[in-house]
């Protein structure tokens, strides 16, 4: 699914560092999620964005604070994070999912992030 | 919340056998999803199927929503099909993914 896109494809960062993940897709979805993905484990849903307000939070630490300015546009900073959210950061997005049977939902590339 | 569990966890096959991978849930579903995540951490949309039969090139998948499993069909496999395979299913219409523990096949040469 290269329809949507993520930025950067790698991040290692200390544990003092500010940075921020970026996901972008153009095909006029108006839901977009962020997934986190451990080794050898399936994704887990961390947020959902729908018509840019923030629908779901899955209880995620506030050091992950996401962030969408615009409807194509999803951002995710980060904020003195711990060694085990060392992971893969997966971004989706869907079509309109509210009060409708729900749509697919289309994955980026991921970005994978080390924390030393 | 819903339960998927993906059988077998894993499977070894000979490149140009067929192989059947099952999805089952827990509760009704209004969105199922196959993913194929390749060796490089990309995952890829199979298909989108909360019911009935599709089919893509080798890989046909069915979903009986009243008997609440899913099955992935590979034919003919190749190299290039290895990875671990993913089910994903949501009930709500918050699209809230649910993700099996995936099926991690193998085919060699």
């Known amino acids: 699914d290269t329809e949507v896109t993520q930025t950067p494809k790698h991040l290692v960062m200390g544990m003092t560092n500010k940075k921020s993940l970026k996901c972008e897709q153009h095909m006029g979805h108006r839901a977009m999620y962020w997934y986190k993905q451990k080794a050898k484990k399936p994704p887990e849903l961390m947020f959902v964005?729908?018509?840019?307000?923030?629908?779901i939070n899955e209880s995620v630490p506030s050091r992950f604070s996401p962030e969408c300015p615009n409807s194509s546009l999803l951002n995710l900073h980060l904020h003195a994070l711990q060694p085990e959210d060392s992971a893969l950061y997966l971004c989706?997005?869907?079509?309109?999912?509210?009060?409708?049977?729900?749509?697919?939902?289309?994955f980026g590339d991921g970005t994978r992030l080390s924390i030393l | 919340g819903i339960q998927v569990e993906q059988s077998p966890p894993d499977l070894i096959l000979q490149e140009g056998a067929n192989s059947t991978l099952r999805c089952n849930f827990s509760d009704s579903v209004n969105n199922l999803q196959w993913f194929h995540q390749n060796p490089w951490g990309q995952l890829i949309n199979l298909f989108y199927?909360?019911?009935g039969t599709k089919q893509n090139g080798r890989l046909s998948a069915t979903t009986v929503a009243t008997e609440r499993y899913s099955l992935l069909y590979i034919s003919s496999s190749q190299t290039t099909d290895s990875g671990v395979y993913f089910c994903?299913?949501?009930?709500?219409?918050?699209?809230?993914?649910?993700f099996g523990a995936g099926t991690q096949v193998v085919v060699t040469p």
């Open positions: 964005y729908s018509y840019e307000k923030l629908s």
């Open positions: 989706a997005s869907s079509q309109d999912r509210t009060g409708r049977r729900n749509q697919p939902q289309h």
């Open positions: 199927i909360p019911s």
């Open positions: 994903a299913v949501a009930r709500d219409s918050w699209g809230k993914l649910q």
